[in-house]
């Protein structure tokens, strides 16, 4: 029988802390809707009485969003939960998640307290919530080096206040995944009452075992994991959503489910990168831009015959549309031959063999091989055939003036001419070419992909335009980035089914 494992998302709270990566209420509320639309239990929306800020944007995601608890954090003061339970005023479902130190560490020298005192003060501040809210979770703050017969006695007691829901955090990301586990098991098999909570996981990565602790503690009875998108947070970082929900999703003899929408992930990690500007690594698993990405040809010749040699993922269940054979130095035959094939060119014996080696030469001096260098290496020049080709573009740009472009297209043999003005001048010469392309068409997505070191080398933009309820991929490539993003976006209308 499955078992519901709650997530708990502490994207807009402990990943917001990172600094640079502050947001403001307009945008979280943009964070919290995609949460809501991935399926997260709980949203932990800010700290309300650490700014007005934080305070207004509790508020406003209590009004925006439906379905999910949203939670409020606060330390062991009464204050704290008084300001929490008027900021959750308008939340449908709320909870107020309260705390103290439980470690040597934090007793001795964050709180010059002792442990009876502690306890004390742990099951005072969870009475004091739920004179506010029925559900009460609370976090025994840096549980992973607190010994586990002290901690039980603080579980056991923040129970008997009323707490509804347990969080034991490795604050300092210091425990090994079987001490985690240990943790969790000790804490269900010692404390009377613990069947009446939810044990809950929050860890942090400082020495790179945030995930697999996080896994220890569910496969040790935690029933919540507090985790973030694109795993971003304090320092290192904290658990990544993504990357719980498809071990559980991959590993099917492990009977804990959740309600996250997998295709939901990559679209949501782009959102908050984009949001808090902080790049996604691009070896990060799931949502990495190379995590369905194969430049080894021994990869790449697996994945050719049976996709499941070297992929245990669909990219399909993370949102991503495919993944990708990247042409390098190291690429074989098979990758070759699988993306001539993709692009229209069957070749086979000699011929194959000959372009395999200028192919080769090639790859030696560029860093990665587009369709378009495949083609003209087959004979086949792919410009040639495209309907509508970029003639010219200026650009007239400046600090304190407004962008002008004006461009020329060669649409199947005719030339046609716009200008216009724009917000910056990527906005200017998409408008002008708008203004010849007069069709109900979306831009959805421009990233420039990479720029090499060099101030006069390539840079590749690739783009997404809707049109006719349909995406379309768009890719460019010039040492000026401007006219990149205008091949890109002509590249995507020459794909449009007119």
């Known amino acids: 029988m499955q078992q519901k494992l709650f997530i708990f998302d502490t994207t807009l709270r402990d990943g917001e802390q990172v600094p640079g990566c502050q947001l403001n209420t307009v945008e979280k509320i943009q964070v919290a809707k995609a949460l809501e639309a991935l399926g997260v239990d709980i949203i932990e929306a800010g700290f309300p009485v650490s700014s007005p800020g934080d305070f207004q944007s509790v508020i406003e995601i209590s009004k925006a969003v439906t379905w999910p608890v949203i939670c409020a954090l606060t330390r062991a003061v009464e204050k704290d939960i008084d300001v929490a ?34 306890l004390e003060r742990a099951a005072a501040c969870v009475k004091y919530a739920r004179r506010y809210v029925e559900d009460v979770e609370f976090y025994a703050e840096d549980a992973g080096r607190t010994d586990n017969e002290y901690l039980a006695r603080v579980v056991e007691a923040v129970i008997a206040a ?59 009875g935690a029933r919540q994991a507090e985790v973030t998108i694109n795993g971003i947070g304090e320092r290192a970082g904290n658990t990544s959503l993504e990357e719980i929900a498809m071990i559980l999703k991959c590993h099917r003899n492990i009977p804990i489910e959740t309600n996250i929408n997998t295709q939901k992930i990559y679209p949501t990690s782009r959102l908050v990168s984009s949001l808090m500007n902080m790049p996604v690594q691009p070896n990060k698993a799931i949502v990495g831009r190379n995590a369905f990405a194969h430049s080894s040809g021994i990869h790449q010749d697996g994945v050719i015959k049976n996709v499941q040699t070297y992929e245990i993922i669909n990219p399909h269940d993370v949102g991503i549309d495919d993944s990708s054979i990247v042409l390098t130095a190291r690429s074989g035959r098979a990758a ?52 509508i080709q970029l003639d010219y573009l200026q650009v007239t740009s400046g600090v304190g003036v407004r962008s002008v472009a004006s461009l020329g297209l060669n649409i199947a043999g005719e030339k046609f001419e716009a200008a216009a003005s724009g917000n910056g001048p990527v906005d200017a010469a998409i408008k002008a070419l708008k203004k010849i392309i007069d069709r109900q068409m979306q831009l959805k997505e421009f990233t420039i992909q990479a720029i090499s070191k060099g101030s ?27 006219a990149a993003s205008v091949e890109a976006y002509i590249d995507c209308i020459n794909k449009f089914k007119l």
Request: aromatic share 6%; glycine share 8%; charged share 25%.
């Open 85 to 118: 339970a008027e900021a959750l005023r308008y939340a449908k479902h709320k909870r107020i998640h309260t705390g103290i130190g439980t470690s040597d560490e934090h007793i001795r020298y964050k709180f010059n307290s002792t442990r009876q005192e502690i």
């Open 162 to 220: 009323g707490a509804t829901v347990v969080n034991i955090p490795d604050t300092t990301g210091y425990c090994l995944p079987s001490e985690y586990g240990d943790k969790i098991r000790y804490l269900m098999e010692h404390v009377e009452g613990i069947d009446r909570v939810i044990l809950s996981t929050h860890c942090h990565n400082d020495l790179g075992m945030a995930t697999a602790n996080t896994m220890a503690g569910i496969l040790a």
């Open 336 to 387: 070759l031959k699988n993306r001539l094939a993709t692009l229209g060119v069957q070749l086979e014996g000699n011929v194959l063999d000959r372009i395999y080696d200028s192919f080769l030469q090639l790859a030696d001096k560029k860093k990665e091989i587009n369709d378009d260098d495949i083609l003209i290496l087959a004979g086949v020049d792919r410009s040639h055939n495209r309907r």
């Open 456 to 482: 006069d080398d390539m840079g590749k933009v690739h783009m997404q335009v809707e049109y006719d309820k349909q995406i379309y991929y768009g890719f460019g490539a010039n040492t000026d980035i401007i």
